[in-house]
């Protein structure tokens, strides 16, 4: 067959026609325009073109699609293309459509609908497609009690199988709360800093006191420990850092830690990560700080208790409450503090750094 120039034979330039189109990314869609633009066909000849055209879908090499702009066209590999020539016409219009869905995958039902197809041979040519490893069934955790099927060399979107939370179609609310608690301990040891006993040298004295000093010496070196996972009976030892403290952790802090302590088997993306800081948030857990973009654990750990109304009454009334928040309830030097002293209220710069002045 030759082009209506009589210069150029059509099975030529529907060869080249495909090596171009072969070369853009998978499951990218021609158009007409789209076509004419690879300069493949001589002066832009719409008949020539649609001979090279019909020459590629007598092959299977190209697939047509109708979409609301128009007609479009989709490249097939040359082994994508004989699998489809040793199917029969139904197998083949239910591939189709179970390709066209991608890992999203296609009910049973709406295959039925689609292609018309009368039930039993329609499930002849599902077992079929099956056996031969091109297709294969999957459940949805939307619709339990329905039968998807998708191409076997895919794998599921999240949607379908609800991501690392789902194992087997059910919801792993064991899995979930495993990780929220090892996050809040996380959290928790980033967020309050650990207060030793003053040192027996600073401790008040008739006869001596401490210098200033010495004083600011021991601040600077608390405020420069660490932080440290803490133990439930070192609570009264836990005291929320100063204002404008910028080193709780990210999301991508978390994240990271999450993956070098191989706590979940399962890869967890951002995503993931972000769907569990929410369940914290939500339980109020954790907060977020730094307009959002870290967080602190909302409360510190409790102290065991001893058993009885009297325990759950003392930690009831050593639990935090807004006056921890001003400077004197978390002051390293507390025990130091006094007028005439090396600090005292009148020169705390706790509270200038408090009230930002």
Same mark, same amino acid.
């Given at each position: 067959?030759?082009?209506?120039?009589?210069?150029?034979?059509?099975?030529?330039?529907?060869? #080249?026609?495909?090596?171009?189109?072969?070369?853009?990314?998978?499951?990218?869609?021609?158009?007409?325009?789209?076509?004419?633009?690879?300069? #493949?066909?001589?002066?832009?000849?719409?008949?020539? *073109?649609? /001979?090279?055209?019909?020459?590629?879908?007598?092959?299977?090499?190209?697939?047509?699609?109708?979409?609301?702009?128009?007609?479009?066209?989709?490249?097939?590999?040359?082994?994508?293309?004989?699998?489809?020539?040793?199917?029969?016409?139904?197998?083949?219009?239910?591939?189709?459509?179970?390709?066209?869905?991608?890992?999203?995958?296609?009910?049973?039902?709406?295959?039925?609908?689609?292609?018309?197809?009368?039930?039993?041979?329609?499930?002849?040519?599902?077992?079929?497609?099956? $056996?031969?490893?091109?297709?294969?069934?999957?459940?949805?955790?939307?619709?339990?009690?329905?039968?998807?099927?998708?191409?076997?060399?895919?794998?599921? &979107?999240?949607?379908?199988?609800? =991501?690392?939370?789902?194992? @087997? =179609?059910? *919801?792993?609310?064991?899995?979930?709360?495993?990780?929220?608690?090892?996050?809040?301990?996380?959290?928790?040891?980033?967020?309050?800093?650990?207060?030793?006993?003053?040192?027996?040298?600073?401790?008040?004295?008739?006869?001596?006191?401490?210098?200033?000093? /010495?004083?600011?010496?021991?601040?600077?070196?608390?405020?420069?420990?660490?932080?440290?996972?803490?133990?439930?009976?070192?609570?009264?030892?836990?005291?929320?850092?100063?204002?404008?403290?910028?080193?709780?952790?990210?999301?991508?802090?978390?994240?990271?830690?999450?993956?070098?302590?191989?706590? $979940?088997?399962?890869?967890?993306?951002?995503?993931?990560?972000?769907?569990?800081? @929410?369940?914290?948030?939500?339980?109020?857990?954790?907060?977020?700080?730094?307009?959002?973009?870290?967080?602190?654990?909302?409360?510190?750990?409790?102290?065991?208790?001893?058993?009885?109304?009297?325990?759950?009454?003392?930690?009831?009334?050593?639990?935090?409450? =807004?006056?921890?928040?001003?400077?004197?309830?978390?002051?390293?030097?507390?025990?130091?503090?006094?007028?005439?002293?090396?600090?005292?209220? &009148?020169?705390?710069?706790?509270?200038?750094?408090?009230?930002?002045?």
């Amino acid at each position: 067959m030759t082009s209506s120039s009589g210069l150029v034979p059509v099975k030529e330039l529907k060869n #080249v026609m495909y090596a171009c189109c072969s070369r853009a990314p998978p499951d990218t869609l021609f158009s007409q325009e789209d076509l004419l633009a690879l300069k #493949v066909v001589p002066n832009d000849d719409v008949a020539l *073109l649609s /001979q090279c055209v019909q020459a590629l879908l007598d092959e299977g090499l190209l697939k047509v699609l109708t979409l609301p702009t128009g007609t479009v066209w989709k490249i097939l590999r040359r082994e994508e293309a004989e699998r489809y020539k040793s199917m029969t016409p139904d197998e083949a219009m239910i591939y189709s459509y179970i390709d066209a869905a991608g890992r999203e995958g296609i009910w049973s039902r709406t295959i039925k609908l689609r292609t018309n197809i009368h039930q039993s041979i329609m499930t002849r040519s599902i077992k079929n497609l099956e $056996s031969r490893g091109l297709i294969k069934s999957i459940k949805s955790v939307r619709w339990p009690a329905r039968i998807f099927y998708m191409l076997a060399s895919l794998t599921p &979107s999240e949607d379908v199988t609800g =991501g690392p939370w789902f194992t @087997d =179609g059910e *919801l792993d609310t064991d899995f979930v709360e495993v990780l929220c608690a090892q996050i809040e301990l996380y959290i928790t040891s980033k967020s309050f800093r650990r207060i030793n006993a003053p040192s027996s040298a600073l401790k008040k004295s008739s006869k001596s006191k401490a210098t200033r000093a /010495q004083v600011e010496a021991l601040r600077d070196k608390e405020l420069a420990t660490p932080p440290r996972p803490p133990k439930p009976r070192e609570r009264d030892r836990l005291l929320h850092f100063p204002p404008g403290y910028t080193g709780y952790p990210t999301l991508a802090d978390i994240m990271a830690w999450l993956n070098d302590s191989r706590i $979940s088997e399962v890869p967890l993306a951002e995503e993931h990560v972000r769907q569990l800081m @929410d369940i914290l948030c939500y339980d109020r857990r954790v907060e977020r700080v730094l307009d959002g973009q870290a967080y602190k654990a909302a409360r510190r750990p409790d102290p065991p208790s001893s058993g009885g109304d009297s325990g759950g009454a003392e930690e009831q009334k050593r639990a935090g409450n =807004g006056l921890t928040e001003a400077p004197c309830g978390r002051c390293p030097v507390f025990n130091l503090c006094e007028e005439g002293g090396p600090v005292s209220a &009148s020169n705390c710069e706790y509270f200038k750094d408090w009230l930002d002045l």
